[in-house]
């Protein structure tokens, strides 16, 4: 299974990254599902939505803080520096992401599609224009104001209840759709409209080769090769590549 893997990823002349939170898990960032997962502790509707955050600003800021401050010792691990590799060997390797943590492009991948947002940075909720890049300093004392117009900032991350952002995502099925193989590595493809995009390579004929310790909504079939491993320490291996000391 892993060597046809390898092979598979060795022949593509067009492959397509998809991630989700466990590619993060070996840096330390935490899941949204499963038994460590972060919403068997919080209320995804109290802190990741619209109405959360307008009702309860304070709230959803330290939540964010504490994240932020979590992940500001996060670094990719040799999986994402396998992908970066596997970018410099094929010369091109978009990758779609449900990230928010930037990990991706921190380790050096360049053509980066982030569905649900980013995290490292901000802007003001009543849209006057006003962005920054996130630091936990920012919102030390509660939840961070619009300098330009005293509104209250928000993340730029996909809250629950809004679109996604749509020249990411028709690019995405654009990507999904014309790939020979997409890599769908740590994702519970439960969230839609994202979990739709491996679905979609699926239906156009690209062959799928899933990384996750455990079974999801993925279907079985001759074109899927499921790998039971986590993202760090079967990426390397699957792309030959060895860490440089
Ligand atoms: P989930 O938390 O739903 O799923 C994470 C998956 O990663 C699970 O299937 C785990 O088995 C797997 N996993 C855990 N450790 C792993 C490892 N070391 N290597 C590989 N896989 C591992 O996360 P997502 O599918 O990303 O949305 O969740 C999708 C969306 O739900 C998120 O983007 C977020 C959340 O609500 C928004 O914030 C809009």
Redesign the pocket.
Known sequence: MINRAAELIRESSNPVIFS????S??SGMR????EE?LWKEYS?EQL?SIAGLRENPGLVWDWYRMRLIAGENVVPHPGYHALTYLQEQKGYLPVIT??VDGLHRLAGQTDVMEI?GSMRTASCMDKCGFSAQLTAELFHTGPPVCPDCGAILRPD??L?GEPLPPKVISRSYELAESCDLMVV???????WP?AGIPFAALESGAAIIE????Q?ELPRGDRVISIRE???EILPVLTGFKERT
């Open positions: 989700g939170a466990g590619m898990r070996e899941t949204f599902r499963g997962g995804p990741s449900q990230n649900h991350i996909v629950f590595i740590g994702t519970s493809v439960q969230v994202a990384i996750n310790p455990v999801t986590k993202a760090g």
